[in-house]
């Protein structure tokens, strides 16, 4: 039991060391990138073979997907069972890894010297796609899971709300209506997203350990009897000493003196 509380505990450090990591990577590179705006290059750009530190964003994305996929496993065995949420914050790690080795030919989606994408470079848009589906699913599905668990009430609403944020912004980003500010919704949408994953993940850290007076209750279920215990056990009804007799009235099995 305890070294699957440690097990927990570190996936729960996982689900936001990864996206703090891979937020601190994309800004450090749009920073040091030359020659464009902070926000001019999309997130998978900077991985690209002409970026200026290809190797720092490559390294986030995996260590993302890596993170994601153990706190994802942590997450199954915390949650409902049954749940589709974590095996969607599995998949988005998955993706994010292979959006990392597989990455982009060019920093910029077109220019003049273009021939054709490369079979990697196909590869990583699939990825980032799957990657962009279940990083957006999987905080709606969890926030709707986790409203019914009294433990995971409290983030359900929160992780709701980041994820429709996100969804918003990454609809504007695809749908190009805003393209001078491509890059900045872009890195809102994954914001946002991640932000949800690392809320969820608190809560996992803060969770009262199994059999804790801390955890609410169990609320009975369809057809249990109620509790009887508020009395003392003496003064149930049908008990000698919980029967009232008026004086001068004997109370059955306790003769009068």
């Known amino acids: 039991m305890h070294r699957v509380m440690k097990l927990s505990r570190l996936a729960g450090c996982a689900g936001i060391a990864g996206p703090l990591l891979f937020t601190v990577a994309w800004v450090a590179c749009s920073l040091r990138q030359t020659g464009h705006p902070a926000a001019g290059v999309q997130l998978s750009g900077l991985a690209a073979q002409d970026a200026r530190d290809p190797q ?9 997907g890596a993170c994601s996929i153990g706190f994802g496993a942590a997450l199954k065995k915390a949650t409902a069972p049954g749940s589709a949420g ?9 993706a994010a890894v292979a959006a990392g080795v597989f990455r982009r030919d060019h920093m910029l989606l077109t220019g003049p010297c273009f021939a054709g994408e490369s079979w990697h470079n196909q590869v990583h848009d699939v990825a980032s796609g799957i990657a962009y589906a279940a990083m957006l699913a999987a905080p709606l599905v969890l926030g709707q899971r986790l409203r019914a668990d009294p433990d995971w009430a409290v983030v359900s609403r929160p992780v709701q709300v980041l994820a429709l944020a996100s969804t918003a912004a990454l609809v504007v980003f695809a749908s190009q209506v805003a393209q001078p500010w491509d ?10 997203a991640l932000t949800a994953e690392a809320v969820v ?13 801390a955890r609410p209750a169990t609320a009975p279920g369809p057809g249990t009897p109620p509790c009887q215990h508020a009395l003392p056990p003496d003064s149930h009804p049908g008990s000698a000493a919980g029967s009232l007799a008026r004086p ?10």
């Open 56 to 64: 720092i964003m490559i390294a986030a994305f995996v260590v993302l």
């Open 86 to 94: 974590p095996w969607l914050v599995m998949v988005g790690g998955a």
């Open 183 to 192: 890059g900045v919704l872009q890195r809102a949408a994954v914001t946002l």
């Open 201 to 213: 993940a608190v809560r996992l850290l803060t969770l009262p350990p199994p059999g804790s007076s």
């Open 248 to 257: 001068g009235q004997a109370v059955v099995g306790v003769p009068l003196e």
